[in-house]
């Protein structure tokens, strides 16, 4: 069932590959610029990273997570740019962000990586969003299997649902991700997607990130700045299928094509 009100969550990558110019200092500036103009244009919430995720990735370590992001969540997180949420896998990344200012907690390894992370939702009365992931960045899309991938995926969710729960995060706090692109083939993204409604029949809000991923490159040959049209179509087909959050990168155009889909099917 389509919700009323979708949510926009706006991407900053506060990677070098993403704001690659004269060091530190302005990589913050660009990061927090594009962060407000995310906002401007109708991002309800952005979501901060500082480590990639991508299939092939390696990781960063604590020290240099926390240098690249704090400053850019401590300035966004005013009144008037809206939620801010933190994607991290790692509790003092989180722990530093969440004191910075921001509400949300984005870890695509569902409190895997760090079990921690749990209590630090849960004391911090903060939201979360636990993602499928299979495998490691570095890994994982090295010939992934699944025998029914959304069967997989949904009983993966439910069973980090209820760990999140039993470590004291209230159920309204969570929401949840079937992880496009992580650790799945063209076929699996697909079949996600057409069968989105099982992830959302869970109960809780499904996040939906397929934004200029590589299936959709796969699907029409495009370099991955001109894959806006497939990020709105696959965006418009899980919006139809339930999603209540879209992480974007281009907010503007997820947004329109969101406000015909609303005005037709919403709710
Ligand atoms: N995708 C990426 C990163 N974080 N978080 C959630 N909840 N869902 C996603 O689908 C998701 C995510 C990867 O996307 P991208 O911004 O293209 O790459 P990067 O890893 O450089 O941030």
Do not use: W
């Not at 729960?165 to 706090?173: A, I, L, Q």
């Amino acid at each position: 069932m389509p919700v009323a009100d979708p949510i926009l969550m706006g991407v900053i990558n506060v990677t070098p590959d993403s704001f690659s110019d004269g060091g530190r200092f302005l990589d913050a500036h660009a990061a927090v610029e594009h962060g407000k103009r995310l906002a401007d244009a109708g991002a309800d919430m952005l979501d901060v990273g500082g480590e990639s995720t991508r299939p092939g990735a390696e990781p960063v370590s604590e020290a240099e997570e926390l240098e690249r992001v704090i400053p850019v969540v401590e300035r966004l997180a005013q009144p008037g740019v809206g939620r801010i949420s933190i994607d991290t896998t790692k509790l003092e990344v989180a722990r530093a962000a969440l004191q910075a200012g921001a509400r949300v907690v984005n870890d695509v390894s569902a409190f895997r990586h760090d079990p921690e992370m749990a209590g630090l939702v849960a004391s911090g009365g903060a939201d979360c969003c636990l993602m499928h992931m299979l495998g490691e960045p570095r890994t994982m899309q090295r010939d992934p299997r699944y025998g029914d991938v959304v069967s997989e995926v949904k009983a993966f969710l439910e069973e980090r649902l209820s760990f999140a729960v039993r470590e004291g995060v209230p159920e309204r706090r969570v929401l949840l991700d079937p992880g496009i692109g992580f650790g799945k083939t063209l076929d699996h993204n697909l079949e996600l997607l057409r069968r989105l409604a099982e992830i959302v029949a869970i109960g809780r809000p499904v996040v939906f990130g397929a934004s200029r991923k590589r299936f959709l490159g796969r699907l029409t040959g495009r370099a991955e700045d001109e894959r806006v049209p497939g990020t709105i179509a696959a965006s418009v087909l899980a919006y139809e299928r339930g999603a209540s959050i879209f992480r974007v990168h281009d907010v503007v155009e997820v947004r329109d094509a969101l406000r015909v889909a609303v005005a037709t099917v919403g709710a």
